[in-house]
């Protein structure tokens, strides 16, 4: 009788009265196909070790931890992750955890680096698969716009990436660099174009600039210049001597000792208070804050050119000049002068 046929006769009910009636001694018995054959029943050469009589009479390299299963035995290679002791030895771990972050090679992905394993949270952009989750992505491109999460400072939005144009004032960094500006403040005076400079390349002019005087620029940004300096001297004013010529048979009536300044500026006009006919009201501007000249010309066959001239000195006070200049058939009138009136506000 065959080994194999044995074990099917062991199995039937009949082979229980043998094994019962078996001692597992390391010696063959009448009753046994071979030696202590009752107690090696899945014939893989090693007895049962969970036998009193086994575990007594032989070395333990001879005793099955299983003698169910043929592929569990001592001398068998230890197949890991797989729940089984399958060379019957305890020492052999079937489940390492090599890096201690208590998770064993079965589940861990890399038990070298305790800083990855299932428990873990991904870490973007580093290379790694922290979570060992391959459907959690290290690196992606949400966006479309050709460039990784790692390097996309908004991977939300197309438009903003490495290599965008940077759009000054929108409040974005367009160009995920830090190093262009979404708002620069060219002259450092705190404030930007952004934030209304309207000439960022002097400090002196911004929203919070005061407006200074006679620099010709709009120092607070508020669209006029100089618009602060400026005196009103509109109002009529006292010359201290009396401007006093007539020619050209009475034609030509100059005769006055007060003038009316009206201030529009830049503009203003100065016209003659008095009883001559010239020289009416002339019309200029300001040369600065303080100075102006103003001139009326009157075209016929004698041309009558009539000009004021001067500087206030303050709000209530001024120097003035006055001249008449004649051209053409203007017969006896020549041209005259008047120079450093002193002009005071009537009303001061």
Not at 60 to 86: H, K, M, R
Not at 223 to 238: I, K, L, V
């Amino acid at each position: 009788m065959s080994r194999l046929s044995l074990v099917f006769l062991i199995a039937c009910g009949s082979d229980v009265s043998i094994k019962q009636s078996s001692v597992c001694d390391g010696v063959q018995q009448p009753e046994e196909e071979w030696v202590d054959a009752p107690f090696d029943f899945d014939m893989d050469g090693f007895v049962d070790g969970n036998n009193p009589d086994c575990a007594e009479a032989y070395a333990a390299t001879a005793l099955d931890c299983n003698d169910d299963d043929p592929a569990i035995s001592p001398g068998v290679l230890e197949i890991t992750c797989n729940g089984v002791d399958d060379d019957c030895s305890p020492d052999t771990i079937d489940a390492l955890d090599e890096d201690v972050d208590g998770w064993t090679s079965c589940d861990d992905c890399n038990d070298r680096d305790s800083s990855i394993n299932p428990g873990a949270a991904e870490v973007v952009c580093n290379g790694k698969d922290d979570d060992c989750e391959p459907s959690t992505v290290d690196m992606d491109d949400l966006d479309a716009d050709g460039y990784l999460n790692c390097e996309d400072c908004n991977d939300l939005d197309a438009s903003t990436h490495p290599g965008q144009s940077e759009v000054p004032c929108n409040d974005r960094d367009d160009d995920c660099s830090e190093a262009t500006p979404d708002s620069a403040d060219v002259d450092l005076d705190g404030y930007s174009t952004c934030d209304d400079d309207c000439l960022d390349t002097n400090e002196a002019v911004n929203p919070g600039h005061d407006e200074a005087c006679d620099d010709g620029l709009d120092n607070d940004c508020d669209g006029a210049t100089d618009e602060d300096c400026f005196e009103d001297y509109t109002g009529p004013w006292d010359i201290d001597s009396a401007v006093v010529y007539t020619c050209a048979f009475g034609l030509v009536s100059i005769n006055f000792s007060e003038i009316f300044v009206l201030d529009s500026n830049p503009s203003i006009s100065v016209t003659s208070t008095g009883s001559g006919f010239q020289p009416g009201t002339t019309s200029g501007s300001f040369t600065s804050s303080t100075t102006f000249s103003t001139t009326n010309t009157l075209v016929g066959s004698c041309n009558e050119t009539y000009s004021f001239s001067g500087t206030f000195h303050d709000a209530n006070t001024a120097t003035i000049d006055f001249t008449a200049a004649f051209s053409g058939a203007c017969f006896d009138c020549s041209s005259r002068s008047w120079s450093g009136l002193t002009a005071t506000r009537i009303g001061s």
